[in-house]
């Protein structure tokens, strides 16, 4: 857990946002942790080595892609 000093690694800000939210659009949505999840996809030759992919979430039937790689 992330502490709340004046300045914050970008990873604790984005946790301390999303925590918020999620306390925010739950009750409003009907919805739960179960409703999202992450997502990645990866590309690899017939050697293994990685040739691109995407990162993203879901979140009920909303799909957000954060990274589409080469």
Same mark, same amino acid.
């Given at each position: 857990?992330?502490? *709340?000093? $004046?300045e $914050?690694?970008? %990873?604790?800000? %984005?946790a301390a =946002?999303?925590? !918020? =939210?999620?306390?925010v ?7 739960t942790a179960a409703d999202? #999840? #992450? =997502? #990645?996809?990866?590309?690899?030759d017939?050697? !293994?080595? $990685?040739? /691109? /992919?995407? #990162?993203? *979430?879901? *979140?009920v %039937?909303?799909?957000?892609?954060? %990274?589409l790689?080469?």
């Open positions: 857990m992330c502490s *709340w000093p $004046l $914050l690694p970008a %990873a604790c800000v %984005a =946002l999303a925590q !918020g =939210l999620d306390e659009n739950f009750p409003a949505t009907g919805t999202q #999840s #992450s =997502l #990645s996809v990866k590309v690899v017939d050697a !293994g080595e $990685l040739l /691109g /992919g995407l #990162s993203g *979430w879901t *979140w %039937a909303v799909r957000h892609r954060d %990274a790689g080469p």
